[in-house]
T-cell receptor, first 115, second 112 residues
Framework: DAGVTQSPTHLIKTRGQHVTLRCSPISGHKSVSWYQQVLGQGPQFIFQYYEKEERGRGNFPDRFSARQFPNYSSELNVNALLLGDSALYLC??????????????FGPGTRLLVL | QKEVEQNSGPLSVPEGAIASLNCTYSDRGSQSFFWYRQYSGKSPELIMFIYSNGDKEDGRFTAQLNKASQYVSLLIRDSQPSDSATYLCAVIPMDSSYKLIFGSGTRLLVRP
């Protein structure tokens, strides 16, 4: 079975622009989480969606938004890009929407560079 | 205090040795603990998860959890150069079970 897929793999934008990142979870998984990983740090939680509902949001500004579609794929949108938004954006898939047994599997990530 | 702390390393061990990676966490109510491996330029790959106190073994990997000391570790036996990577410890906190809290990772170098 295919794992988590993300697109695009790399992206270059300029400050002030908007970006949309896409993710498809593992088949049968209903939960998608988004993380931001800056070089040298661990991933930071942005959002989790389960059954198309937002389950949780991390400490990120309102410029970040997301949604989940009926087929459980997801989009992460970032408006008014800042240089500091340059990072690896990771999508994680799990079969459950949280809970202490919610093992998350990561996709290959989208590397965003903001100039 | 960071929620999940790891020594950044690098931890350098010779091929065939046991590598010991450590992680402490601040939320005493945390229930689930994960180890991910991340090669340079790649995404994190799940190695193991552990929920209960004690040891859990999977092949060359052993995860150890001590909730009283708020400490989780990963042992890699017979280390191989291909094990050279950054190892991320992650915790599901008690008050928000939908997210993983990661440490900054420990870089492991296995010398041939």
């Amino acid at each position: 079975d295919a794992g988590v897929t993300q697109s695009p793999t790399h992206l270059i934008k300029t400050r002030g622009q908007h970006v949309t990142l896409r993710c498809s979870p593992i088949s049968g998984h209903k939960s998608v989480s988004w993380y931001q990983q800056v070089l040298g740090q661990g991933p930071q939680f942005i959002f989790q969606y389960y059954e198309k509902e937002e389950r949780g949001r991390g400490n990120f500004p309102d410029r970040f938004s997301a949604r989940q579609f009926p087929n459980y794929s997801s989009e992460l949108n970032v408006n008014a890009l800042l240089l500091g938004d340059s990072a690896l954006y990771l999508c994680a898939s799990s079969s459950e929407g949280g809970g202490y047994r919610g093992t998350q599997y990561f996709g290959p990530g989208t590397r965003l560079l903001v100039l | 205090q960071k929620e999940v702390e790891q020594n950044s390393g690098p931890l350098s061990v010779p091929e065939g040795a046991i590598a010991s990676l450590n992680c402490t966490y601040s939320d005493r109510g945390s229930q689930s603990f994960f180890w991910y491996r991340q090669y340079s330029g790649k995404s994190p790959e799940l190695i193991m998860f552990i929920y209960s106190n004690g040891d859990k073994e999977d092949g060359r990997f052993t995860a150890q959890l001590n909730k009283a000391s708020q400490y989780v570790s990963l042992l890699i036996r017979d280390s191989q150069p291909s094990d050279s990577a950054t190892y991320l410890c992650a915790v599901i906190p008690m008050d928000s079970s939908y997210k993983l809290i990661f440490g900054s990772g420990t870089r492991l170098l296995v010398r041939p």
